[in-house]
């Protein structure tokens, strides 16, 4: 079912769109969650894809990772030839270094956002910008100053921040992670399961929150194949 009433940015998932009534909401901030291929950097690069090709809306990727080019390979073997999007001024590629600042980046954000008229941001993984802080109170300070201003600048954004075990940023031994923070922050929170828990597909997916909206809560399947993430009904459809 979709909202009429709430502004969407569709994912263009099709099943995970159809389990938030149309996608996440507009000029929000959305944060996902999960382990090691959990299929994180995929939703993203599918997200971005799927914005500039059928919703004809520009997308800024910021990676704190070591290789562009490395992602950008991973999005080709699912068909998205991101070069093209770029030299059309449509996708963006930004690589941050875990010491950029605060301020750097903010300024650099700007820019490109007005330049490029861009709609949808990723950062991948937010968990980088933290390691140089080590007070709670300053990564808070440093999140909500991000997407504060991202906000304002009326971009849909997603944030990746990585997990180990369990989904409520608790660790193996029992102690909150450093960005745990950012589940209270941001507008929703999406989980990824690298093993099916929800009876189908082999992979997982759940909303755990999303403001200003009804969702499904439950965890649906979830499946990446050769043309990237397919959630919800659409496992079943497929198979
Ligand atoms: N063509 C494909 N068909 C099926 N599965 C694939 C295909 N390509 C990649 N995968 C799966 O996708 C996973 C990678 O997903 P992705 O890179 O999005 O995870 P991630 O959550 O970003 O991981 P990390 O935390 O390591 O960055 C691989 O581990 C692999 O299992
Ligand atoms: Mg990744």
Same mark, same amino acid.
Request: charged share 25%; glycine share 28%.
């Given at each position: 079912m979709v909202d009429e009433v709430i502004d969407r940015c569709p994912t263009g998932v099709v099943g995970f769109d159809k389990i938030c009534r149309?996608?996440?909401?507009?000029n929000s901030d959305n944060l996902v969650v999960g382990g090691p291929g959990s299929g994180k950097s995929t939703f993203l690069l599918q997200f971005l894809w799927n914005g500039a090709t059928q919703f004809g809306e520009n997308g800024l990727y910021c990676s704190f990772?070591?290789?562009i080019a490395e992602t950008l390979n991973d999005a080709m073997a699912y068909g998205w030839d991101f070069s093209k999007l770029s030299s059309e001024g449509k996708i963006k590629f930004m690589r941050f270094s875990p010491q950029t600042s605060i301020e750097e980046l903010k300024k650099e954000l700007m820019k490109v956002i007005a330049q490029n008229s861009i709609k949808r941001i990723c950062f991948d993984p937010i968990s980088v910008l933290a390691l140089?802080?080590?007070d709670k109170g300053k990564i808070r300070e440093t999140i909500f100053e991000l997407s504060s201003l991202i906000k304002r600048l009326k971009v849909t954004t997603i944030f990746v921040d990585e997990s180990l075990? /369990?989904?409520? /940023?608790?660790t193996r031994d029992g102690e909150w992670t450093k960005t745990d923070i950012l589940r209270f922050l941001s507008d929703s929170v999406t989980v990824f399961y690298?093993? /099916?828990?929800?009876?189908? /597909?082999d992979r997982a997916v759940r909303i755990v929150k999303m403001r200003r909206t009804a969702h499904e809560r439950k965890a649906v399947g979830m499946k990446i194949g050769d043309s990237g993430i397919l959630a919800g009904e659409d496992v079943v459809t497929n198979e």
């Open positions: 149309g996608g996440f909401v507009r990772e070591p290789d140089n802080l080590n075990e /369990g989904e409520m /940023g608790l690298e093993s /099916g828990i929800a009876g189908v /597909g």
